[in-house]
């Protein structure tokens, strides 16, 4: 629930100095939501382009192609073609082409998570499965519930074009980031998932941070996020700032969306205002699901689920008011969880 706090002016006061956390943790839902349901949408992967934003999501029988100039209103493109049953995408723009990573079937596999390229996002070649160096990525494990036994599927990929050519060994805190590709994805022992960390040369070929022995973002263990951390943007503000948005949830993953912020990409520190948005929020379009959050700048993009209809859309929200108010451009009102 929401609530009227108090005005620019007091804000300037009572708040100086709180503008970042005002910009990470601090969300209005946009009133007209959801934006996107063509009959089923979710698990959203948007770029933006100039003026273009393009949306790819797992719809009723594959992944669909959408596009927008403003975010809000969303034009269906077509389904894409040559993947492998795909779900769960993840595409970011690699020099002049496409790249997506995406999750096929739970086999407790390396082979879950696959990889193709296009030139127009719509049309996809080179579809193959990622591999992993040893059983850093995925431990393959049908026998026992290691936190990486399998995959659903890639979080976020942070590309770097400055990146070495071969993998950077040992992979450890010192080396990640002059790796080409920083790659975080899903673990799941068979129940709770997590999300895992990997590197690689090529967007193929992946090696596990620390020999992927654990991951770098779990459930809390206790509270609205207990056993799922999962499904996540991450950004790079620079070498010292990263922010993370993530799906979390007890017993499933699709409570709710938190906020944590690192120093070094690896180590995290959860906001203690989390859930930014949570299934039981009393939106009904989303009281059953609120999850998988997908952030540029300053829009946020997420999958939610009605309970009533089962209907999976995607909704918008934008950083609070008071957040351009601090900024000084305008009056606006603060609104904080209650």
């Not at 070094?264 to 699901?289: C, L």
Request: include cysteine; hydrophobic fraction near 35%.
């Amino acid at each position: 629930m929401k609530k009227l706090v108090t005005i620019c002016a007091v804000l300037m006061i009572a708040l100086a100095g709180t503008a970042q956390a005002l910009t990470t943790t601090d969300w209005t839902e946009y009133a007209s939501d959801p934006v996107y349901a063509p009959g089923k949408a979710y698990y959203p992967t948007i770029l933006k382009e100039g003026n273009t934003y393009t949306m790819w999501s797992d719809s009723a029988t594959g992944v669909q192609k959408a596009t927008s100039t403003n975010g809000v209103n969303w034009t269906t493109v077509g389904s894409v073609t040559g993947l492998q049953t795909p779900a769960h995408t993840l595409v970011e723009k690699i020099g002049s082409s496409y790249q997506m990573w995406y999750f096929t079937g739970l086999g407790y596999s390396i082979n879950d998570i696959r990889t193709a390229t296009s030139t127009d996002g719509l049309t996809w070649t080179g579809d193959k499965a990622i591999t992993q160096v040893g059983t850093s990525v995925i431990y393959n494990d049908n026998q026992n519930s290691t936190w990486n036994r399998g995959s659903y599927g890639p979080s976020d990929v942070i590309y770097n074009p400055s990146g070495s050519a071969t993998i950077v060994n040992p992979v450890d805190a010192a080396s990640v980031w002059a790796n080409k590709f920083v790659m975080y994805y899903d673990g799941t022992s068979g129940g709770k998932e997590s999300l895992g960390l990997a590197v690689s040369n090529d967007g193929v070929n992946w090696e596990g941070y620390n020999g992927g022995i654990s991951p770098v973002f779990q459930g809390a263990g206790s509270g609205w996020d207990t056993d799922y951390a999962t499904r996540a943007t991450i950004i790079k503000e620079n070498d010292n700032a990263y922010d993370m948005w993530y799906s979390g949830g007890t017993g499933k993953m699709s409570d709710g969306i938190g906020y944590a912020f690192s120093t070094d990409g690896i180590n995290w520190t959860r906001d203690d205002s989390n859930p930014i948005f949570d299934k039981s929020d009393g939106a009904a379009w989303r009281n059953d699901r609120t999850y998988t959050p997908m952030v540029i700048g300053d829009e946020m993009w997420f999958t939610c689920k009605d309970l009533a209809t089962g209907s999976y859309t995607i909704g918008y929200a934008v950083p609070e008011p008071a957040t351009m108010c601090l900024l000084g451009l305008g009056t606006f009102a603060l609104r904080r969880k209650k």
